[in-house]
């Protein structure tokens, strides 16, 4: 026996579904929720960070690699005690040699054209990072945060990280939809 459509029986299925791809095309970038199992802690995340982009760099050549940083938000919940954090990744190409990043004043966020010291901190040990970093010849550090900077990073239209580098400070700067990432990821984590 064969089964037969009818076309207007399966148009309102298809426009059911292309209305349901087109609300989750929003962005590639959407917070996540993992339970660690090591610790027993909820973590919550951005499926992959935000990237930041030189600022008034040369563009990148076959010579000469150019450098990127990224930015991601981690909230830590060990049975209702929530902490947070910035997740920062700086991947150098041969144009910068960065120091320490986990030094105090290396990095700074820059919101609107403010600077805002970040300070190192120690992330919980969790039996998986809440970021992989994207190079692996790259800096990460975990920076203090509190749910009034994330409210602050999301409401700026302008992110920035200054890196220090020798007696030089590289500016990078997220994309301008970055505030938008971090509203949506806000409203996962419920605030």
């Known amino acids: 026996m064969r089964a037969f459509f009818r076309l207007e029986s399966v148009l309102p299925i298809l426009?059911?579904?292309?209305?349901?791809a087109a609300c989750g095309g929003e962005s590639s970038i959407k917070p996540s929720e993992v339970l660690d199992e090591r610790t027993g802690m909820t973590v919550g995340t951005l499926d992959?960070?935000?990237?930041?982009?030189?600022?008034?760099?040369?563009?990148?050549?076959?010579?000469?690699?150019?450098?990127?940083?990224?930015l991601g938000p981690v909230e830590w919940d060990n049975m209702g005690n929530i902490t947070y954090g910035?997740?920062?990744?700086?991947?150098?190409?041969?144009?910068?040699?960065?120091?320490?990043?986990?030094?105090?004043?290396?990095?700074?966020l820059s919101l609107d054209s403010a600077a805002t010291p970040l300070s190192p901190i120690e992330p919980p040990a969790l039996a998986r990072a809440p970021y992989q970093p994207v190079a692996s010849w790259g800096a990460t550090a975990y920076f203090g945060a509190d749910l009034e900077l994330l409210r602050r990073m999301a409401a700026s239209d302008r992110i920035g990280l200054d890196v220090k580098a020798g007696d030089s400070v590289v500016h990078f700067t997220a994309a301008p939809d970055a505030h938008e990432t971090l509203l949506r990821y806000l409203h996962a984590r419920g605030y």
Not at 15 to 20: E, H, N, R, T
Not at 49 to 68: N, W
């Open 48 to 70: 992959k960070p935000i990237e930041l982009v030189q600022g008034a760099a040369a563009p990148p050549t076959a010579e000469r690699r150019a450098s990127y940083a990224y």
């Open 86 to 108: 910035l997740w920062i990744h700086v991947a150098p190409g041969n144009d910068w040699r960065f120091e320490d990043i986990k030094a105090p004043g290396a990095v700074r």
């Open 15 to 20: 426009a059911a579904a292309s209305l349901l």
